[in-house]
């Protein structure tokens, strides 16, 4: 879905529903978008796809790039 203003809004309805309990929005959304879960953004969290490409592509293999590892690690080299 790309409605921030709905976003934002059914985060706060699940946050309401909650009540006292621990609510977190995780965002599904491919490709990665920072903005999603940023200070005003609409979500708590999101998958890290990058991660998982990653993974995929290098747990499996007879090489392993340890530099491309903690790039995808690093957060904020991606925006967040």
Same mark, same amino acid.
């Given at each position: 879905?790309?409605? *921030?203003?709905?976003?934002?809004?059914?985060?706060?309805?699940?946050?309401?529903?909650?009540?006292?309990?621990?609510?977190?929005?995780?965002?599904?959304?491919?490709? /990665? !978008?920072?903005? !999603?879960?940023?200070?005003?953004?609409?979500?708590?969290?999101?998958?890290?796809?990058?991660? *998982?490409?990653?993974?995929?592509?290098? !747990?499996?293999?007879?090489?392993?790039?340890? /530099?491309?590892?903690?790039?995808? !690690?690093?957060?904020?080299?991606?925006?967040?």
């Amino acid at each position: 879905m790309d409605n *921030r203003d709905f976003l934002h809004w059914i985060t706060g309805e699940a946050k309401k529903n909650a009540s006292n309990k621990p609510f977190y929005n995780i965002a599904e959304h491919f490709p /990665e !978008l920072p903005e !999603l879960v940023t200070a005003d953004g609409p979500m708590d969290w999101c998958w890290h796809e990058i991660f *998982r490409i990653f993974a995929i592509e290098n !747990l499996g293999a007879k090489t392993f790039d340890i /530099e491309k590892l903690k790039q995808v !690690l690093d957060a904020k080299q991606q925006g967040y």
